[in-house]
C-alpha cells in the first residue's frame, strides 16, 4: 500500500527479497504455533482468492486460479531445510502449503503436504538449484517459474499432475477457474504493512493483528492487488528517494486514489462491508500523524476519505466507475 515514509519501504523492499522472514510457517515448529501462521497464511489466501475470483470482470488480464498455496525448499532457513526433505520431499518440486476450501485445487484431492513433481509430464524446475543459488533475488523467480509452468499448463485446460504424497507417486487432474491476478502471502514482519513487491502482494503479521475485520484485511489486499490489476509498476527506491521530497509525487498519488477505488470495487464483488473502509484508513493512517512526510506522496486521510465515500456512493448507486 506504501504508506510508509521511505526508511519502512525500503525495510519492506527488503523484507520481500529475504528468505528469513518470508518463511512459510515452520511445519516443525510447536504444533500449536504452526497451526495458528498455517491458519493466517490460509486467511490472507483466501480473501486473496475471494477477491480473484469475484473481481474477474474488471481484470483486463485473467489468471488461471487453483486454491493452492506453494511453499518452496528455498524459502526456510538452511538449518530447516533438511526436516523439510525429510518430511516432505520438498527437495522434488513445489510444495503445497494450503489447499483453500471450495476451490479446484480442493476439488482435484490435493493437499497441504503433497509436493508437485511434473505438470502435463514436465518437471518443475529443481529446488536444489533454487537453494544453491543463494541469493533471494535469484530464487524467488526460480521458484515463481515452477508456479508460473503450472499457470501456462492450466490456461490450456486440466492439468496432469504428477504429485509426491507420503513418499508415493500419484497422478492427479487438476482444473482452474479464471480470475483477476490473486497472488497473496504473508510475511513474518513486526511492521503493519502491505506492499506488492511484482510478483506477490505481502501482508505482514502485524498487519494481520492491526486489522478488525476481515473486510478490513480485503481492503488492504484489494489495494495491492489494485495495483497489480492496473499495471501500476512496483516502487523502486529512487522512485521513493524522488517522492519524498515532492518529486512526481502526483504519479504516486494518483496511483494510491486508483488503488483505492479498485480495492472498493473488488470487495464490493466479493460481498465485503465496504463500511469497513473509512474507520480502517482513520486507524492506519492516525498512527502517521507525526510523521506528515509520507503525505507529500500519499492522499491524506481527508483524501482518502473522500475518495471512499465517493466511490462506495457511485457502487451503491450501481453506477460505472467514477475513474
Ligand atoms: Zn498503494
Known amino acids: 500500500?506504501?504508506?510508509?515514509s521511505p526508511a519502512i519501504l525500503l525495510a519492506a523492499a527488503?523484507?520481500?527479497?529475504?528468505?528469513?522472514?518470508?518463511q512459510p510457517a515452520p511445519l516443525e515448529a510447536a504444533a500449536s504455533r504452526t497451526t495458528t501462521l498455517r491458519q493466517a497464511d490460509a486467511r490472507v489466501a483466501a480473501i486473496g482468492y475471494r477477491l480473484a475470483l469475484a473481481g474477474r470482470g474488471l481484470c483486463p488480464t485473467l489468471y488461471p486460479l487453483t486454491g493452492l498455496v506453494f511453499h518452496h525448499l528455498a524459502e526456510y532457513l538452511p538449518a530447516d531445510r533438511a526436516p523439510m526433505i525429510r518430511r516432505y520431499g520438498l527437495d522434488r518440486g513445489p510444495?503445497?502449503?494450503?489447499?483453500?476450501a471450495g476451490t479446484p485445487a480442493a476439488q482435484a484431492g490435493l493437499r497441504a503436504g503433497d509436493v508437485l513433481l511434473a505438470v502435463n509430464d514436465q518437471a518443475f524446475p529443481s529446488p536444489a538449484a533454487q537453494v544453491a543459488a543463494r541469493d533471494p533475488d535469484k530464487w524467488r523467480p526460480m521458484a515463481e517459474a515452477g508456479e508460473a509452468r503450472l499457470d501456462d499448463?492450466?490456461?490450456?485446460?486440466?492439468a496432469r499432475l504428477r504429485v509426491l504424497r507420503d513418499g508415493r507417486e500419484m497422478?492427479?487432474?487438476?482444473?482452474?477457474?479464471?480470475?483477476?491476478f490473486g497472488r497473496v502471502r504473508l510475511a513474518r514482519n513486526p511492521k503493519v504493512n502491505a506492499f506488492s513487491n511484482g510478483h506477490d502482494v505481502i501482508v505482514t503479521t502485524a498487519m494481520l493483528d492491526f486489522v478488525r475485520s476481515d473486510d478490513e484485511l480485503a481492503l488492504i489486499v484489494g489495494h495491492e492487488l489494485g495495483h497489480f490489476i492496473l499495471g501500476h509498476p512496483p516502487m523502486h527506491g529512487s522512485d521513493k528517494l524522488l517522492a519524498s521530497i515532492g518529486i512526481r509525487s502526483g504519479v504516486f498519488w494518483k496511483r494510491e486514489e486508483a488503488a483505492d477505488r479498485m480495492a472498493l470495487r473488488l470487495m464490493a464483488a466479493a460481498g465485503y462491508d465496504l463500511d469497513a473502509a473509512i474507520p480502517f484508513w482513520r486507524r492506519f493512517l492516525g498512527q502517521y500523524d507525526t510523521d506528515p512526510q509520507i503525505f507529500r506522496y500519499h492522499p491524506s486521510l481527508g483524501a482518502r476519505e473522500r475518495i471512499a465515500r465517493e466511490e462506495i456512493a457511485a457502487i451503491r448507486a450501481g453506477g460505472t466507475r467514477s475513474r
Open 153 to 158: 499448463a492450466l490456461r490450456q485446460g486440466p
Open 95 to 100: 510444495g503445497v502449503l494450503i489447499v483453500l
Open 14 to 22: 527488503a523484507v520481500a527479497a529475504s528468505p528469513v522472514t518470508t
Open 1 to 4: 500500500m506504501r504508506l510508509f
Open 171 to 180: 497422478e492427479v487432474a487438476l482444473g482452474s477457474v479464471p480470475g483477476c
